[in-house]
């Protein structure tokens, strides 16, 4: 089963707007990740936040947690073409490797 | 520094051959992991290595795949008598783990195989 699923599946959005994405997982985490995938290829570590964290920003990019909801979101504020990109969740349990959810497909329109 | 590394960058066979893909994981990073994407879905986990524990093979999908990491470095997965269902790219990625602590994983470019 898969540890971690983002919502919506697609996102599409105009320039300059805010994009949001949501991940859902099961089990109890050690921390939970975000990635980036543009055409296909490898995966970018966005950011990690701790399961004692409940908010972290990096550049355009705020992340929550909500452990009791078992729920994290990803905020891109002033969303730009090159964000356009598969955004992928991850939730590592403890004491186990994790697995990705399908992803958000994200596309930023000029 | 170099990151993950992974070759060919790009593979065609025919159904029935067999497939070797190599991965070069971040000098120190202790775990990998192979991941396979097909167009346009997730990523598959496949098989995960860690140390000198035995491997999580939990991931592959029927017995002509198979994985080994020698010396607690490069990694190859092998895909026998492969079969078009096998066309994907396969991700490799590493990762530094210490105790209990988890840190990102770091991704190779891929390996796009395409069955013919």
């Known amino acids: 089963s898969q540890q971690g699923e983002e919502d919506p599946q697609a996102l599409s959005i105009q320039e300059g707007e805010n994009a949001t994405m949501n991940c859902s997982y099961k089990t109890s985490i050690n921390n939970l990740q975000w990635y980036r995938q543009n055409s296909g290829r490898g995966l970018v570590h966005l950011i990690l936040i701790r399961s004692n964290e409940r908010e972290k920003h990096s550049g355009r990019l705020r992340v929550t947690l909500d452990t009791s909801k078992k729920s994290s979101s990803l905020l891109i504020t002033a969303s730009r073409a090159a964000d356009t990109a598969s955004y992928f969740c991850a939730a590592p349990p403890y004491g186990q490797n994790f697995v990705f959810g399908p992803g958000t497909r994200l596309s930023v329109l000029p | 520094g170099a990151g993950v590394s992974q070759s060919p960058s790009n593979k065609v066979t025919e159904k029935g051959k067999d497939v070797e893909l190599r991965c070069d994981p971040i000098s120190g990073h202790t775990a990998l992991y192979w991941y396979r994407q097909s167009l346009g879905q997730g990523l598959e986990f496949l098989i995960y290595?860690?140390?000198?524990?035995?491997?999580?093979k939990s991931g592959l999908p029927s017995d002509r795949f198979s994985a080994e990491r020698t010396g607690g470095s490069v990694s190859t997965l092998t895909i026998q008598r492969t079969q078009q269902e096998d066309s994907a790219v396969y991700l490799c990625a590493s990762r530094l783990n210490r105790g209990h602590s988890s840190y990102e994983q770091y991704f190779g470019p891929g390996t796009r195989l395409t069955v013919t």
């Open positions: 290595f860690q140390g000198n524990s035995a491997p999580d």
